[in-house]
């Protein structure tokens, strides 16, 4: 081959990667295009920036969801120790008198902790009993209605 002849060849083989340069411009030009039209929203807002702004938000939210779960266990611990059970039960507790004026009433929680009161009632006087309990029993004497109280406190009931 002559030089002229190569030369030639060069110079299309130039000019055919000179077209295909143009030919790829134009297309990532587009692409381009399309993916900033895409990119953007209605409103003009970057939709990059407002995926990040999704994701601090969903962090956000995370991290409140887990700081109620933590309130929430601290507040289901609280409330096994409140007051949570109680009974009354009235009674007479000598023959002379009526209406049922003495009574046992039982405070419990969760666990049975707590404490019973009775108060005793006749005519000369009456006497009001406080006694401790620790899962539902005392380490002192209890009577019948105080016992009955504790029961009716610890017993399982239906909606009211």
Not at 89 to 118: K, M, Q, Y
Request: with cysteine; charged share 25%; glycine share 6%.
């Amino acid at each position: 081959m002559e030089l002229n002849q190569i030369l030639l060849l060069i110079g299309a083989f130039e000019g055919l990667l000179f077209i295909l340069l143009i030919l790829f411009w134009v297309l990532t030009n587009r692409k381009t295009a399309v993916l900033k039209k895409f990119l953007q929203s209605a409103e003009g807002r970057d939709l990059v920036g407002y995926l990040q702004q999704l994701a601090e938000r969903l962090d956000s939210l995370e991290k409140q969801v887990n700081e109620l779960k933590e309130k929430q266990i601290k507040q289901q611990i609280t409330l096994t120790r409140c007051l949570q059970n109680k009974a009354v039960v009235r009674f007479n507790a000598f023959e002379d008198t009526g209406s049922d004026l003495s009574f046992a009433v039982a405070l419990l929680d969760e666990r049975g902790d707590g404490v019973v009161l009775s108060s005793l009632y006749g005519r000369q006087d009456c006497r009001t009993y406080a006694k401790p309990l620790k899962n539902g029993q005392s380490r002192y004497p209890l009577t019948d209605e105080e016992k009955e109280a504790i029961a009716l406190a610890l017993s399982p009931r239906k909606s009211e």
